[in-house]
């Protein structure tokens, strides 16, 4: 059924999940559409954008489409690289001249793209026309510490758990409403003979990504709690984040076998093959899950929190679109970008990547039944939050949470160990940690 979804809600919570700026945005109005005749051929102007969804070629390109029909002067080609090499890559190509005219800009927790901001990499766009359509939390995302804007916020995703409607239904479960109703749930399908859960960590990124960030928000209390790590109220190595690497260490026994040879893909095809009952994955992964045609019915749940806590989800403000200050055309990089902010864009990406929530102020209608779930479910929990980082010094927390949680998963640290190297690490450099009151 065609369903008609409010994004009043989406936007409030995203704005609950950031500390915002005190700075405020004074942008001007949406410049008119233009009225000019489509140019010549040899007036053509290509520009290349990078970024790391490799999955979203196809989608994307009927989103650029419609761009270029709207500006008959300007195409778009979509370059994405390896999710794990993308950071990397862009550092790479832009120090040697040869990245391209735009990028997906990384959220400001993990830093990456604020550093290349801050070594002249990306253009600053305050007056961008159309950039007041932009929510204030994606504003303040990617505003850098010179107070300057440099990205257009375009897609915020969140996470959950997939699971096999099927096998659930065969063994008499039903959604748990505990993490321990979750783990005793995980030892019956595994009784029964399937996979618990298929993820892997033969691609070390997922740990933290669809791992650890899809239930810290509850383990520590959403945004109240991840400010009381930034502001040392709280100390890395208390027991909230032993909590958190205990549930790994909780999950362990429940991966496929094998699992740290392989991969994100692999992972996907053994819960939509119908061997695993569950995955944890991202809104991101709706689009790829779609377009298998499983023998079993499937939808999403959340990560149910620790028996005496509040369920929060992530609700991450993932990706924006900066323009690379080498472009040679940063008239046209400009044009596209205030083209993002428009309420065309923002349908035609919640049309083409469900799951994918754009960072508009605008009503979209949306009939997809899992983008729509993953809203509901939201809307219904405690709250939201970003993603946990502290990613400003070495070493820094996405590096420590990955290293850190596949040994606990490997067994070769236990969960109380692992929260202590956590604090170690970063109260090398951060002065909250440094001096948290619980230490």
Request: glycine fraction near 8%.
């Amino acid at each position: 059924m065609f369903k008609k979804v409010s994004w009043t809600t989406l936007i409030f919570l995203i704005v609950a999940s950031m500390i915002l700026s005190a700075c405020a945005q004074n942008t001007p109005t949406a410049a008119p559409e233009t009225t000019e005749e489509p140019a010549a051929a040899e007036d053509v102007v290509t520009l290349t954008l990078g970024s790391w969804r490799t999955d979203d070629v196809k989608q994307m390109q009927v989103i650029l489409d419609e761009f270029h029909k709207d500006y008959p002067n300007i195409i778009i080609k979509f370059d994405p690289t390896n999710p794990p090499d993308y950071d990397a890559a862009v550092r790479t190509q832009m120090e040697a001249g040869t990245g391209a005219d735009l990028y997906y800009l990384r959220a400001k927790g993990s830093g990456a793209s604020h550093k290349l901001y801050n070594e002249g990499h990306f253009l600053a766009i305050d007056g961008l026309p159309g950039l007041e359509n932009i929510t204030d939390a994606a504003i303040d995302n990617w505003t850098a510490d010179d107070g300057k804007v440099f990205g257009v916020g375009y897609i915020a995703t969140s996470a959950g758990i997939y699971y096999n409607q099927d096998i659930f239904n065969e063994l008499g479960l039903s959604i748990p409403q505990t993490w321990e109703e979750l783990i005793a749930q995980a030892q019956t399908i595994q009784d029964a003979g399937y996979i618990p859960f298929s993820n892997a960590t033969g691609e070390s990124w997922t740990v933290p990504t669809l791992l650890l960030q899809n239930w810290i928000p509850s383990v520590i209390g959403g945004v109240e709690g991840r400010q009381a790590y930034l502001d040392g109220e709280r100390c890395l190595n208390g027991p909230e984040f032993v909590q958190a690497f205990q549930m790994l260490a909780d999950i362990a026994p429940y991966l496929p076998e094998g699992q740290e040879a392989l991969t994100y893909y692999d992972s996907q095809q053994l819960f939509l093959q119908g061997q695993a009952a569950m995955w944890f994955g991202g809104s991101w992964d709706i689009p790829v899950f779609e377009a298998t045609e499983t023998d079993f019915e499937w939808s999403i749940m959340p990560v149910p929190p620790p028996a005496g806590k509040d369920l929060y989800f992530e609700l991450e403000l993932d990706a924006g679109v900066g323009i690379n200050a080498a472009t040679k055309h940063p008239e046209e990089a400009r044009t596209f970008l205030s083209w993002l902010t428009t309420k065309k864009s923002a349908q035609l990406l919640a049309e083409n990547l469900p799951g994918f929530f754009p960072m508009t102020k605008d009503e979209i209608e949306l009939d997809n039944v899992y983008a729509n779930k993953f809203l509901e479910l939201i809307a219904s929990a405690k709250g939201s939050d970003i993603r946990f980082y502290m990613n400003e010094g070495t070493p820094d927390s996405t590096t420590l949470m990955t290293d850190l949680g596949i040994a606990v998963i490997k067994g070769e640290i236990t969960a109380e160990e692992a929260a202590n190297q956590m604090y170690e690490g970063i109260s090398s450099w951060h002065e909250g940690q440094k001096n948290c009151k619980s230490n």
